[in-house]
C-alpha cells in the first residue's frame, strides 16, 4: 500500500523559499503523476501543480511564476518550492498522487494523501 | 474565492439522506470527470467518489454522486454521526488546472 510522507521547516521567513520533500513508500513514484495541494488554516483545499516521474510539470495559473516541483526517482521522493513567500501561503501542505489519469490527466483523483506538514510564514 | 461553488454548511438528522451541490462551468465540471473527498477534523482529505459516480473499495454504498451538464451532487443516506465532516468537489479545467469547490462542513444534529 502506497504511502506518503511531507518533510521540511514549518516556520519560513517572509520573502524566502518554501521547500518540502514528499517521500513516496510501498510503491515506485514512476508511471505516476504526482501533485501538491495546500489548506490555509480554516479555508479550503488549493491545488498547487502537478510532476510525471519523467519530469514534465503543470502549475497552477495563479502561482507559476512562484513554483517549481522536482523529482527524484532515485530517493523515491518529490519536491515542492515555492518562492518569496508571504503571511497568504501559510498552509497545511499535502502531496499526493495522481491515480487514474495516467493516460488522460483529466480522468485522474488525488489518492493517496500524505498526513499534510503545517508551514507558517512568519518573520 | 473557489472556483467551483458549494453551499458553506450542511445539516440532517441520523438516518436523513442530505445532497451536497457543487457547481460550476463548461470549461470544468462541463467537460471533465467531478470527484468528491471527505476530511474528517484534524486529518487528510480522503477520495469519496471518482469519476462522477464510482466509489472506491471500502466507501459505504451511503454515499453517491452524479453530475449533470456544470452541476454535480454528493448524496449521503442513512447518515451516520461518523459523516460529520468536510466535503470537497472537485474537478479539472481544461488548462489542465485542479479545482475545487470551498467545501460544504456537514453537521450531523
Known amino acids: 500500500q502506497v504511502q506518503l510522507q511531507e518533510s521540511g521547516p514549518g516556520l519560513v521567513k517572509p520573502s524566502e523559499t518554501l521547500s518540502l520533500t514528499c517521500t513516496v513508500s510501498g510503491g515506485s513514484i514512476s508511471s505516476y503523476y504526482w501533485s501538491w495541494i495546500r489548506q490555509p488554516p480554516g479555508k479550503g483545499l488549493e491545488w498547487i501543480g502537478y510532476?510525471?516521474?519523467?519530469?514534465?510539470?503543470n502549475y497552477n495559473p495563479s502561482l507559476k511564476s512562484r513554483v517549481t516541483i522536482s523529482v527524484d526517482t532515485s530517493k523515491n521522493q518529490f519536491s515542492l518550492k515555492l518562492s518569496s513567500v508571504t503571511a497568504a501561503d501559510t498552509a497545511v501542505y499535502y502531496c499526493?498522487?495522481?491515480?487514474?489519469?495516467?493516460?488522460?490527466?483529466?480522468?485522474?483523483?488525488?489518492?493517496?494523501w500524505g498526513q499534510g506538514t503545517l508551514v507558517t510564514v512568519s518573520s | 474565492q473557489s472556483v467551483l461553488t458549494q453551499p458553506p454548511s450542511a445539516s440532517g438528522t441520523p438516518g436523513q439522506r442530505v445532497t451536497i451541490s457543487c457547481s460550476g462551468s463548461?470549461?470544468?465540471?462541463?467537460?471533465?470527470?467531478v470527484y468528491w473527498y471527505q476530511q474528517l477534523p484534524g486529518t487528510a482529505p480522503k477520495l469519496l467518489i471518482y469519476r462522477n459516480n464510482q466509489r472506491p473499495s471500502g466507501v459505504p454504498d451511503r454515499f453517491s454522486g452524479s453530475k449533470s451538464g456544470t452541476s454535480a451532487s454528493l448524496a449521503i443516506s442513512g447518515l451516520r454521526s461518523e459523516d460529520e465532516a468536510d466535503y470537497y468537489c472537485?474537478?479539472?479545467?481544461?488548462?489542465?488546472?485542479?479545482?475545487f469547490g470551498g467545501g460544504t462542513k456537514l453537521t450531523v444534529l
Open positions: 510532476i510525471y516521474y519523467s519530469g514534465s510539470t
Open positions: 499526493a498522487r495522481l491515480s487514474g489519469g495516467i493516460v488522460v490527466v483529466t480522468a485522474g483523483w488525488f489518492d493517496p
Open positions: 463548461s470549461s470544468n465540471i462541463g467537460s471533465n470527470y
Open positions: 472537485a474537478a479539472w479545467d481544461d488548462s489542465p488546472s485542479g479545482v
